[in-house]
């Protein structure tokens, strides 16, 4: 097992930038494909982005293609999503997951070790 702790969310404005990050401890890092999902009030939990073990291949939903980036730093043990032009709709629970595999899944029951979570808020 991994243990993920996420850190980096805040209440930010419509337009504005925000820098999550992913600290893993316990098994090998690399040999974990990491992934951003998000959950809203009210909604279920959906993918934010995904990346493969080398950081080589990455997958991102829709909603924030173009605006949100994944990266990981396999030295640092840390997965990070960059994100830009926050809009309101973007304001949920940002959970960071841990799948034990070779390939990218991009459904929640995919990924066996999750974080607490972190809160981020995009006011208009």
């Known amino acids: 097992q991994v243990q993920l702790v996420e850190s980096g969310g805040g209440l930010v404005q419509a337009g504005d930038s925000l820098r999550l990050s992913c600290a893993a401890s316990?098994?090998?890092?690399?040999?974990?494909?990491m992934g951003w999902f998000r959950q809203a009030p009210g909604k279920e939990r959906e993918i934010v982005a995904t990346?493969?073990?080398?950081?080589?291949?990455?997958y991102y939903a829709e909603p924030v293609k173009g605006r949100f980036t994944i990266s990981r730093d396999n030295a640092k043990n840390t997965v990070y999503l960059q994100m830009n032009s926050l809009k309101p709709e973007d304001t949920a629970v940002y959970y960071c997951?841990?799948?034990?595999?070779?390939?990218?899944?991009?459904?929640?029951?995919?990924?066996?070790?999750w974080g607490q979570g972190t809160q981020v808020t995009v006011s208009s």
């Open positions: 316990g098994r090998s890092f690399s040999s974990y494909v």
């Open positions: 997951a841990a799948r034990y595999r070779a390939f990218i899944a991009t459904t929640p029951a995919g990924f066996g070790s």
């Open positions: 990346i493969d073990l080398s950081g080589g291949i990455a």
